[in-house]
């Protein structure tokens, strides 16, 4: 019987992309309705699987949940550049800017590469048993965080452990929401995703505060209880409405290899890659740079505040204009303003309202860049497949965020302490995903210049 199910859902996916136009003029129902019609899909279980109710109690538990946990995953994340002013100037002051950034940079390559397998595993188990281990990881190396002195023990520690442990609960908390929304589906991801951003806001001004109070080590451990409790709530509220077949055996080629011989998932993938490369690079070096240009030590820690601040409003605002004029529209609209802002504000950006009004006006943009492919991905993916999926795609952009700020660093280093060479390099990548997202929605929607996708 369940394989039965399994033939008549993948009967379906096979058709799913020829579908796509009418599922985003006419809605849910109009596709729902059709495929009940279709000699394959006598099993509506099937077609209610595949095509998301858009509303509901679980539906909005799970963006509930997927708020909190990527607010303690990927919130971290997005204050990488406070720990590492705090690094050069503390426990690896003998260490070049360069050197450090390799810590954070692997932070977040570890949370992004790792999308390759769990994708996969959420696609076979579903999300509660990923949350948890990711609960319990992320919080053990948060705890090992705070005991470091040495170098290879903050790689280890903060760059490794947090990182797997963090993604094992992003990956879950996007993948889940796949299931729950389709029309609705950016603004979802947008409201979950806004979580990472008030992270990004609270947890500067905590760490700040607490540490200048009580150490280093305490307040570290203060944001790992801190993650506990919210990665429970999610643990809690996180599911998927899609129930993996009794079995389903691991198709490495039908997983990982053939998406990419669709040309516009291709594209799609290297424009994340590109805009990747990029937008991690101001998040990582607005702090220092602000810094180098008269800010107090607990001033500069706060333009990361600032630019979180405006991510909130771009990460919602900007998800409900692509779920009105087209994921791949707004996406490629959102990565190429943040690479122009970069070059044209950064670069001279010299003054304390300056560098401000920069933080807000990047944070706000590149909220799109860093939220907008997942529902850009999900929308020319098989809905149960959508986590390997979104997972592969993680993992080609991992390189990206792995040698970004390394490479950033090193141009700093050559410059002599300026900062224009990264600004350059960041706005330019950006720029470049941002086209190339633009050509994979051309591909997609067969030559057209101009439509909704």
């Known amino acids: 019987m369940a394989e039965e199910k399994t033939a008549a859902a993948f009967g379906v996916i096979n058709r799913q992309n020829n579908v796509f136009d009418e599922l985003r003029e006419n809605g849910s129902e109009s596709i729902r309705n059709s495929l009940e019609d279709d000699n394959y899909a006598d099993d509506k279980s099937v077609v209610n699987e595949l095509y998301p109710p858009d509303t509901g109690f679980k539906a909005y538990m799970c963006v509930v949940g997927g708020f909190f946990g990527i607010f303690s995953s990927f919130g971290f994340i997005n204050v990488i550049g406070v720990f590492e002013q705090y690094y050069g100037s503390h426990q690896l002051a003998e260490y070049s800017e360069s050197k450090i950034s390799w810590i954070m940079s692997l932070e977040i390559f570890m949370t992004v590469f790792s999308g390759i397998i769990i994708g996969r595993v959420y696609d076979i188990f579903g999300p509660t048993l990923l949350l948890i281990v990711g609960m319990i990881v992320m919080v053990l190396g948060m705890m090992m965080t705070s005991l470091c002195t040495e170098y290879y023990q903050f790689i280890l520690a903060q760059g490794i452990c947090t990182g797997i442990g963090a993604s094992l609960v992003f990956t879950p908390c996007i993948s889940a929401l796949s299931s729950w929304f389709q029309q609705k589906r950016a603004l979802a991801m947008g409201i979950a995703n806004a979580g990472s951003s008030l992270g990004g806001i609270i947890i500067p ?249």
């Open 205 to 453: 001004i905590m760490f700040r505060n607490i540490q200048a109070k009580i150490g280093f080590s305490w307040s570290v451990r203060i944001l790992g209880f801190l993650m506990l409790a919210l990665t429970s709530i999610a643990c809690l509220t996180i599911t998927s409405r899609i129930k993996a077949p009794e079995r389903q055996p691991v198709r490495f080629e039908r997983t990982y290899i053939v998406p990419f011989r669709s040309l516009q998932y291709a594209i799609a993938a290297f424009a994340v890659f590109f805009s990747y490369w990029g937008v991690f690079v101001p998040v990582n070096y607005i702090p220092s740079h602000a810094a180098a240009h008269g800010f107090s030590s607990e001033l500069a820690s706060y333009t990361t505040s600032t630019q979180n601040a405006g991510s909130v409003f771009g990460r919602i605002i900007l998800a409900l204009m692509a779920d009105k004029f087209g994921r791949f529209n707004m996406y490629s609209v959102s990565c190429i303003v943040t690479g122009i802002l970069t070059i044209a504000l950064w670069i001279p950006a010299s003054s304390h309202a300056a560098i401000i009004i920069y933080s807000v006006l990047f944070g706000f943009f590149s909220g799109g860049a860093v939220t907008l492919w997942q529902p850009m991905i999900a929308e020319i993916s098989p809905i149960p497949e959508v986590g390997a999926r979104l997972g592969v795609v993680s993992t080609v952009s991992s390189f990206a965020t792995l040698t970004g700020s390394p490479i950033s660093g090193a141009i700093i280093s050559h410059n002599g302490g300026q900062y224009w060479g990264c600004a350059v390099f960041a706005g330019i990548t950006m720029i470049l995903g941002g086209f190339l997202a633009q050509y994979s929605r051309i591909v997609a929607s067969k030559g057209k210049l101009f439509t909704k996708m």
